[in-house]
């Protein structure tokens, strides 16, 4: 029904830059939500940054003032920049969405693939 597409993720050095993007597809009526958790190996999946409704945003602590999101409504996507990376961001950056869907009630969850993000030290 809904389809979460990933992508930007790779291997950079600490102090870099890289910049993630997801792209929902499918039978979307509304996104009430959008953004980015992650997942370090051995660690449990965190939320990185999500935006809402009206553009309202929610950062992890870890990331304020690094990491901005921001959402092109029109083309249901979302892309987070992450600035100054450092090795703790290692993890596989998955985007998440709460979507209410054609015909159906209710708000559903979806999930995309992932997309691995190294910080080398």
């Known amino acids: 029904q809904v389809q979460l597409v990933e992508s930007g993720g790779g291997l950079v050095q600490a102090g870099g830059s890289l910049t993630l993007s997801c792209g929902a597809s499918?039978?979307?009526?509304?996104?009430?939500?959008i953004g980015w958790y992650r997942q370090a190996p051995g660690k449990q999946r965190e939320l990185v940054a999500v935006?809402?409704?009206?553009?309202?945003?929610n950062y992890a602590d870890s990331v304020k003032g690094r990491f901005t999101i921001s959402e092109d409504n029109a083309k249901n996507t979302v892309s987070m920049q992450m600035n100054s990376l450092k090795p703790e961001d290692t993890a596989v950056y998955y985007c998440h969405a709460n979507v209410e869907v054609e015909g159906r009630f209710g708000i559903r969850v979806y999930w995309g693939k992932g997309t691995q993000v190294t910080v080398s030290s």
């Open positions: 935006i809402g409704s009206g553009g309202t945003t």
């Open positions: 499918g039978s979307i009526r509304i996104i009430n939500s």
